[in-house]
């Protein structure tokens, strides 16, 4: 049995980290939808990911398990994405038809956060070649740990429908399904914390 071990990823380990998220999230709907075409896909999202979680590494939020098979990008309470840069290159970079709907998608993405202090999950990918084996489970019971020591909610979405039962299964509710025009439905979902 391999024994799974959690870090966290410090500025200089930002690249690593962020090449585990692109290539987890090579086959996310919303992701593909702002990048339909790889070539431009591999050259922006890595920048995406740093601004819309790259505080997590400032923090000492963004974790990684096993040698960088996993990582979980947390922004803690009152931490939030570069959103006026992240506007900036999405404005240079998605292609102009679809702009309209990339923004609103974002926008009301943003308008589900809950009102009061959370943990916010932008992003948690593991590398296609160790999907399986737990690693994503195991980055998110360690955040949750904290999120119930700390008695503070957690806020997350996904564009993939598939991820719904494995977020429920850790105490995340759905509050709604965002559907903009021809983006993906994205699912924003918040949980409580728990007693330990």
Same mark, same amino acid.
């Given at each position: 049995m391999t024994t799974t071990s959690i870090k966290s990823a410090n500025? $200089?380990? /930002? &690249?690593q980290a962020i090449a585990v998220i692109t290539l987890a999230f090579a086959t996310d709907p919303l992701s593909r939808f702002i990048y339909p075409d790889p070539h431009r896909?591999? $050259?922006y999202f890595p920048e995406v990911v740093g601004l819309f979680a790259g505080n997590a590494f400032k923090q000492g939020t963004a974790y990684y398990v096993n040698a960088f098979s996993g990582v979980a990008l947390w922004l803690p309470p009152n931490?939030?994405?570069? &959103? &006026?840069e992240m506007e900036a290159l999405l404005k240079q970079t998605v292609p102009e038809q679809i702009q309209e709907n990339v923004f609103a998608v974002l926008k009301q993405m943003g308008d589900y956060h809950p009102a009061e202090p959370h943990w916010y999950l932008p992003m948690i990918g593991v590398d296609p070649s160790h999907q399986g084996k737990g690693h994503g489970s195991a980055l998110m019971q360690h955040a949750l740990t904290r999120c119930d /020591? &700390?008695?503070?909610l957690a806020y997350l979405e996904t564009a993939t429908p598939r991820n719904i039962p494995l977020y429920k299964r850790y105490g995340f509710e759905l509050l709604a399904t965002i /559907?903009?025009?021809s983006a993906p439905p994205v699912y924003p979902m918040v949980r409580q914390p728990r007693e330990l």
């Open positions: 500025k $200089s380990d /930002q &690249e896909y591999l $050259s931490v939030h994405p570069r &959103e &006026e /020591q &700390e008695n503070k /559907q903009i025009g």
